[in-house]
């Protein structure tokens, strides 16, 4: 059931913002990735490839759809996005946890070619589960939700086994192999005294699977209450959850897309920004001659 048009507008209107911050996080890494041929690393491409199902997450929820019609297409659009960037963002970190895990590990790293089969994987995956909707049932199971378009609260069986149940199973594989991560760099750091960089780093490792809690679980335990017949505060509980959708973009740009690669890039040009104008301004002859 749809919330009333007044409080979906007003949760459109509180979602723009922080969709808004992750869509410019995610542009953000993006630009640089195309600017910068020295960002065109395996790793960084990893970043880059997060990036865009963030984008398309954020893009999804600035999609108006407060007054829209379950057949529409603006509410068909945001369904569709939202369903296949929501899962393929979550499995592709699932693929960076596993790809930091290799390299602290010192195994071979992964290869050009097999980024790009796990990534044609990943958004073969979210493709199958973004038609399946269209396809379980007699009727198109994409339409209004209570503050905006995804699968539909009577379809609550066909959203649990598509998203709820896959997050149910990632966020204690992604803490699992963030854990190893950690007691990986930990092994590595043993001869390093400064136990203050230590642990700025383990917790770094531990914030990556901490985004996902943090952004997914309120709305897990809503849908899994609604699904129980449980209601709670609607309005409130769906602001909140949303918001927290929304910040994911904004929440990866943050711990993945600003590292110290991106950081070291944007300061060197702006130290050589400086240094041009500074030396024009030498060179350049005083009027007051």
Sequence with gaps: MSLPTHQREEIYYALIGPAAISALGASFVIVMYLTFSSLRSTSFKLVLFLSIFDLINAVSFLIPSIQTDNNSFPCQLQAVLLNFSSITSILWTTFIALFLLRTIKGSETFTEKTLWHVFSLNVFIGVVLTLIPFLAYEQNAYGKTRAWCWIRDEYFLLRDVLFIVPLFILIPINFIIY???????????????????????????????????????????????????????????????????????????????????????????????????????????????
């Design 179 to 289: 854990v190893r991560v950690a007691i990986g760099i930990n092994r590595l750091l043993m001869n390093i005294e400064n136990q203050s960089f230590k642990s700025k780093l383990k917790g770094k490792m531990l914030l990556y699977p901490f985004i996902i809690v943090v952004c997914y679980v309120p709305y897990t335990i809503k849908a899994l209450l609604e699904g129980t017949g449980i209601y709670t505060d609607e309005f409130t509980f769906t602001l909140i959850s949303g918001m927290l959708r929304c910040l994911h973009g904004f929440f990866n740009f943050c711990i993945y897309g600003f590292n110290p690669m991106v950081q070291k890039k944007l300061r060197d040009c702006f130290y050589n920004g400086n240094s041009s104008r500074n030396s024009s301004i030498i060179s350049t002859p005083s009027l007051e001659n």
